[in-house]
């Protein structure tokens, strides 16, 4: 069966330090990869998505980034960390690249920048 | 560009009643799913259960139901015999063959009393 880990759960950084945070997926093939940010008490906002190695699309300009190594796993970047980074970072796979599928979630990393 | 409405921010059930949680969406797509996820204190994003647009047929999940009207273009969920562990934030959310985006309402906070 499928499984996604994200790492780590918990982060607290000060304000202007670097960010990575990594998502891997494990039992599939392909798959397609989203970073989400949910803020306090609020919907989820798509931050990129991934349809293979390599290829990154950016839905909302920021201070973030995104990469994809490897056709597991997808990384959130951060050269300088706002305090508005601040939230709920979910990353989500989707086993089907060409039609809209159900996206599975992982456990989440609560950053706090201080 | 697809929305998903969420109008109601809270809503509260006894336990064993039955609930109904309201959504409303709009997109020029006819090929489509809609999805109730929840969102519990672990804040980890549950797949509560799926709807194809194509199929006319109301989707069921144990005590979750659906009730999908694509013409009014509604999809509620019905949670039958509401237990505590119920109790979390729900999402509706989109997704269209078009661009595979997964879009999401706003939530509603359901708490079932004891």
């Known amino acids: 069966s499928q499984t996604i880990h994200q790492w780590p759960a918990t982060l607290v950084q000060p304000v202007g330090s670097p960010l990575s945070l990594e998502c891997t997926v494990e039992g599939t093939s392909n798959p397609n990869l989203y970073w989400y940010r949910q803020a306090a008490g609020r919907g989820l906002q798509l931050l990129f998505y991934?349809?293979?190695?390599?290829?990154i699309s950016s839905e909302v300009p920021q201070n973030l980034s995104a990469s994809r190594p490897q056709d597991r796993q997808f990384i959130l970047s951060s050269k300088k960390l706002l305090l508005s980074d601040s939230g709920f970072y979910l990353c989500?796979?989707?086993?089907?690249?060409?039609?809209?599928?159900?996206?599975?979630f992982g456990p989440g990393t609560r950053l706090t920048v201080l | 560009a697809q929305t998903v409405t969420q109008s109601q921010p809270e809503m509260s059930v006894q336990e064993a009643e039955t609930v109904t949680l309201s959504c409303t969406y709009d997109t020029s797509e006819s090929n489509y799913y809609l999805f109730w996820y929840k969102q519990p204190p672990s804040r980890q994003m549950i797949l509560v259960i799926r709807?194809?647009?194509?199929?006319?047929q109301n989707a069921t999940e144990n005590r979750f139901s659906v009730n999908f009207q694509k013409a009014a273009k509604s999809f509620s969920l019905k949670i039958s015999d509401s237990q505590l562990g119920d109790t979390a934030m729900y999402f509706c959310a989109l997704i269209t063959g078009a661009n595979s985006k997964l879009t999401f309402g706003k939530g509603i906070t359901l708490s079932v009393r004891p």
């Open positions: 991934s349809v293979g190695i390599g290829q």
């Open positions: 989500a796979w989707t086993a089907d690249r060409v039609l809209a599928d159900t996206q599975y």
């Open positions: 709807q194809e647009a194509y199929k006319q």
